[in-house]
T-cell receptor, first 109, second 113 residues
Framework: QKEVEQDPGPLSVPEGAIVSLNCTYSNSAFQYFMWYRQYSRKGPELLMYTYSSGNKEDGRFTAQVDKSSKYISLFIRDSQPSDSASYLCAFSGTYKYIFGTGTRLKVLA | DAGVIQSPRHEVTEMGQEVTLRCKPISGHNSLFWYRQTMMRGLELLIYFNNNVPIDDSGMPEDRFSAKMPNASFSTLKIQPSEPRDSAVYFC???????????FGPGTRLTVL
């Protein structure tokens, strides 16, 4: 079993749609749960960060963590064409980040 | 601050040649990470430095890969000899400490023919 599983997509949605991105993980030692956004030909940038189960909201973005099910989600409300990018989930217990392979999202105008 | 700086941005070389990738971390950051990104395997940690000292190189694929950090503002990743399967995007990232957010550079796209 892979340590992190993420659907690679691609996922195409119309502008204004709610987007749901998901990852599952197997390592119970993970304490920090992150979402990175990566635009084409750019480096990843941190979007959301949390260390507890539950929801964390930042503008149009909501990160959800369910430690009991080993499942995390990122919701994007009112999606915009500028949200078109790859979204990588990331996990860590120490310095070492374990990344998902990324989900490619395209928001159509 | 200019962020993490990497050079070159693109590198095309022939199998067997030596390749050197360069990274300048954000000033004041004590931790530096080298990653490799491919479609099949995603983003993988190659090596981690803390205060210029290599702490974890378990991700370095084989002896053909080596990394150095001679000072706090410069690091290199060297591949010698290069092989076509080394083709990937190589990212450098830095953070204030090992527990802080990692900031990524723009990457070096390496193609080995």
């Amino acid at each position: 079993q892979k340590e992190v599983e993420q659907d690679p997509g691609p996922l195409s949605v119309p502008e204004g749609a709610i987007v749901s991105l998901n990852c599952t993980y197997s390592n119970s030692a993970f304490q920090y749960f992150m979402w990175y956004r990566q635009y084409s030909r750019k480096g990843p940038e941190l979007l959301m960060y949390t260390y507890s189960s539950g929801n964390k909201e930042d503008g149009r973005f909501t990160a959800q963590v369910d430690k009991s099910s080993k499942y995390i989600s990122l919701f994007i409300r009112d999606s915009q064409p500028s949200d078109s990018a790859s979204y990588l989930c990331a996990f860590s217990g120490t310095y070492k980040y374990i990344f998902g392979t990324g989900t490619r999202l395209k928001v159509l105008a | 601050d200019a962020g993490v700086i990497q050079s070159p941005r693109h590198e095309v070389t022939e199998m067997g040649q030596e390749v050197t990738l360069r990274c300048k971390p954000i000033s004041g950051h004590n931790s530096l990470f080298w990653y490799r990104q491919t479609m099949m395997r995603g983003l993988e940690l190659l090596i981690y430095f803390n205060n210029n000292v290599p702490i974890d190189d378990s991700g370095m694929p084989e002896d053909r890969f080596s990394a150095k950090m001679p000072n706090a503002s410069f690091s290199t990743l060297k591949i010698q000899p290069s092989e076509p399967r080394d083709s990937a995007v190589y990212f450098c990232a830095s953070s204030l400490s090992q527990y802080n957010e990692q900031f990524f550079g723009p990457g070096t796209r390496l193609t080995v023919l």
